[in-house]
């Protein structure tokens, strides 16, 4: 019996060990398939993934492309942005640095508190950016105290640089910050220190401007601290974007425009380009790429002179009397009213119960007068008879042929329509039918209508050539091709009737009772013009009884817009001219200053020299391209 259990429990053991080791082996087995499913199949995977924990990929931003004039001047250009730089955990005493820091740059305790600030929110071997900007000076000073700053590096990055300054300001426009609303998926947006274009040309080319990335494959160890770079590929700087202006030429139009509160634009009367354009007061364009306090934001946009808003472009005026000459082309045009047909001006006009004045009233009106002589003595009445004949549907018509109540499409940002009234459209937004006093008024460019300077500056040279000349700003994307506007299609309108009304606007200067001849040119050549005076209010009776002049303490707010616009030479058309001043009193005053600027175009003549902005772009100097000084 006994033997037959040992037997048993023999057979039980034995039974019990092969389990036993066939279960071992299984699990070897299953060990020595996944080590060989992991180290052999997925060997690839694994050693990518191993390789991407060491190595790291940072995108290098390229440089942003340079704006340029049509000489090759720089409108905006990038300079070295030198910095300095702190490791936190390679400071041996932390306080003790940030004091030898403060003590050598003057840290103020705003940046002190900064620095602070970040370096509590990042790792302590992220660096921290503790000054830039600095003058050479200055960043000379850091370097030669380095080895008493432990931790302490300098570096140098880019920043935009804007050399014209705030004469520029309003072409260019400005570089900064990406917000989290513009992030469009494009990597180099999400780079702590990249800019991209917010306003003007800046924001319009920006994608131009902005180039491709680089890459750079660095080395880290397992706490994310970059040990070396392997490799690195620059990006596709940005590309060279060069514009119509003339940059010497813009510089005398707002060097005699800055005290003011004004726009003026200077056309190509023959391509629409635009050679000068300027709105005053402005601003510094660089502070927005630096940073702008909320004090130095607040001053801007408080400011009852609006140096943000570009007016020529943006700012909507009642053209005044400049608008006549549109006026007396529809009634040309129209057939209801001829050159020679006179009417009789009193000074006034009455319609119903109302009474509508001719500036002129107080010496008892201009007496009989036809349509050249209306144009060039701006006389109200008559284009209030004028207005009356033929409607404003008839009017509105023609203003839009030339331009106005529509978007031109330069290439800047924020451009307004402006607008021009009609029947249809004050029935549908007033709900009220059109009166026959608003034709008069919009007659001599008060009432509803709204212009902008850019607007009236294409209407000025469309007068002069008879062609529908849209203004633009870009001669050339470098590397794209230049641009070309090509040949301007004709308005259809009668070569007589155009005439007419350009002898109109060539006696408001050069005739012996024009309301700019004391703006004719000094010399031979003739500049052809209309003055324009637009009210911001009612006049009150006793200003109408001087005239309409206002009191000498009006409020700079309540005076009159004056206007002006011209082209020259008379007898060949080549520049275009529109001028505003804000609250400036009168077109005969903003004539005089239109006259100094149109006689700096004329000595410049920026179409008779050679625009070279595309050797300037690859970097010729200028002194080698035979461009004038200016």
């Not at 801007?300 to 007396?328: C, D, E, W």
């Not at 003595?377 to 839009?400: L, N, P, T, W």
């Amino acid at each position: 019996m006994a033997e037959r259990r040992d037997g048993e429990r023999q057979k039980t053991f034995t039974r019990r060990a092969a389990l036993l080791g066939l279960g071992q082996l299984s699990l070897f087995g299953a060990l020595a398939g996944r080590m060989y499913y992991l180290q052999v199949v997925e060997a690839d995977e694994y050693r990518m993934l191993a390789e991407e924990n060491r190595i790291n990929i940072r995108l290098l931003p390229p440089p942003r492309g340079r704006i340029l004039d049509r000489f090759g001047r720089e409108l905006a250009r990038n300079r070295p942005n030198f910095r300095v730089l702190l490791d936190p955990d390679e400071a041996e005493d932390l306080p003790l640095t940030l004091d030898r820091v403060s003590g050598l740059l003057s840290l103020d305790q705003a940046t002190l508190a900064r620095i602070e600030r970040e370096m509590d929110r990042r790792r302590r071997f992220v660096p921290v950016t503790l000054v830039e900007n600095l003058s050479w000076k200055d960043f000379a000073k850091i370097n030669v105290n380095l080895p008493a700053l432990p931790g302490v590096r300098t570096d140098v990055g880019e920043l935009r640089h804007y050399p014209q300054g705030e004469r520029m300001a309003h072409v260019v426009g400005y570089v900064a910050a990406v917000s989290e609303a513009e992030l469009t998926g494009d990597p180099l947006l999400t780079l702590p220190d990249f800019r991209i274009g917010k306003n003007g040309t800046e924001k319009i080319f920006d994608l131009a401007l902005r180039g491709k990335a680089g890459n750079s494959r660095v080395e880290v160890n397992a706490f994310g601290r970059e040990i070396r770079e392997l490799r690195r590929q620059e990006g596709e700087p940005g590309r060279d974007v060069v514009l119509t202006v003339d940059d010497a030429l813009q510089r005398r139009l707002h060097g005699r425009l800055a005290a003011e509160s004004a726009a003026a634009v200077v056309l190509d009367a023959h391509t629409g380009e635009v050679l000068a354009m300027t709105s005053t007061p402005s601003f510094d364009p660089g502070a927005f790429n630096r940073g702008l306090s909320t004090k130095a934001w607040n001053a801007l946009r408080g400011n009852p002179r609006h140096p943000l808003i570009n007016k020529t472009i943006a700012g909507q005026y009642p053209p005044g009397s400049v608008f006549k000459m549109v006026v007396a082309l529809a009634a040309l045009e129209s057939g209801l009213i001829t050159d020679g047909q006179s009417f009789f001006c009193n000074g006034k006009l009455k319609l119903g119960n109302h009474t509508f004045h001719c500036w002129r009233h107080r010496y008892g009106g201009h007496g009989h007068i036809a349509m050249r002589e209306a144009i060039a003595q701006s006389c109200d009445v008559y284009f209030y008879e004028v207005a009356k004949r033929i409607g404003i549907d008839r009017i509105a018509e023609m203003a839009r042929r030339f331009g106005l109540g529509e978007a031109l499409g330069v290439e800047l940002t924020g451009e307004k329509r402006g607008h021009v009234p009609s029947k249809a459209w004050k029935l549908a937004t007033r709900g009220k039918p059109w009166l026959q006093g608003e034709t008069l008024i919009t007659g001599i460019g008060q009432g509803y209508m709204l212009v902008t300077p850019l607007q009236i500056a294409a209407m000025t040279a469309r007068l002069a050539t008879g062609n529908r000349i849209v203004p633009r700003l870009l001669r050339e994307v470098v590397g794209e091709g230049e641009g070309s506007a090509g040949e301007a299609p004709s308005l259809g309108l009668s070569a007589a009737h155009l005439a007419i009304v350009r002898e109109g606007m060539d006696l408001v200067v050069n005739g012996s009772r024009g309301t700019a001849r004391k703006a004719s040119l000094a010399g031979d050549v003739r500049m052809a013009g209309k003055t324009g005076t637009a009210q911001v209010r009612r006049i009150s009776k006793a200003e109408r009884l001087r005239g309409g002049k206002q009191a000498e303490g009006t409020p700079w707010e309540l005076r009159d817009h004056g206007l002006f616009v011209a082209y020259a030479p008379a007898e060949a058309p080549r520049y275009a001219l529109s001028l505003i001043i804000e609250h400036g009193g009168s077109g005969a005053k903003a004539a005089l200053v239109a006259k100094e600027l149109m006689e700096e175009v004329l000595r410049r003549d920026p179409l008779r020299r050679r625009a070279i902005g595309r050797l300037a772009a690859r970097g010729v100097p200028e002194r080698e391209k035979g461009g004038g000084s200016g």
